[in-house]
């Protein structure tokens, strides 16, 4: 049986052509390319909004949970026969098996961000001049938190963050401190309001 393999792709009629291995090989990394950029556009928002709002957290990771258990073969092979054609039923498997790791990963990253710097960041979001700024003031404030980008979802554990004594105390994180920084320029000395 190895050597059948080995023949078979030792033999030159299957590396050319329609039908060759570089073909084939191009077609299904398109496929994947396809299926994630479909389940980032669905995934990523949902994700922001629930892990924003609070609202729906349980049944997300719930049906998350429940969508990860789906066999990748049976639920390709029933949208097969639901669709009786292999790319449409391709795609939307990938998808549907996609979309959960990557929901719960920005949920869990948004979650996972430090209070201080949505505190900070709705602060100088609310001294904004235009609900441009404000709006560029949040995105800033998630790109800021190394949380969403180190959830299991998205690669190895989270990093130390250096750490800063002198603002507020010795959990601190440098990004949080230039977002407080930058909010007490624009708010006063006081900062956000506070006394």
Not at 22 to 47: F, M
Not at 51 to 76: D, F, K
Request: hydrophobic letters at 50%; glycine letters at 12%.
């Amino acid at each position: 049986m190895i050597t059948d393999l080995l023949h078979w792709f030792g033999d030159p009629a299957h590396w050319s052509g329609p039908d060759g291995i570089p073909q084939r090989l191009l077609e299904h990394l398109g496929y994947t390319a396809l299926s994630l950029v479909i389940a980032l556009v669905i995934a990523v928002p949902l994700g922001l909004f629930v892990g924003h709002t609070g609202r729906g957290g349980v049944a997300l990771v719930s049906v998350g949970n429940a969508i990860r258990a789906l066999p990748t073969l049976g639920l390709v092979t029933f949208l097969f026969l639901l669709f009786t054609e292999s790319v449409t039923s391709t795609i939307i498997g990938l998808v549907v098996l996609a979309v959960p790791p990557i929901l719960a990963g920005t949920y869990a990253g948004l979650q996972a961000t430090d209070h201080g710097v949505v505190d900070a960041a709705e602060g100088a979001a609310k001294r904004a001049a235009s609900p441009a700024a404000a709006t560029a003031t949040w995105m800033a404030s998630l790109v800021a938190t190394p949380a969403v980008a180190s959830s299991p979802a998205f690669g190895p554990p989270r990093m130390p963050q250096p750490r800063m004594k002198s603002m507020s105390g010795p959990g601190v994180t440098m990004a949080t401190m230039v977002v407080r920084t930058k909010a007490r320029r624009r708010c006063g000395s006081t900062g956000m309001g506070r006394s």
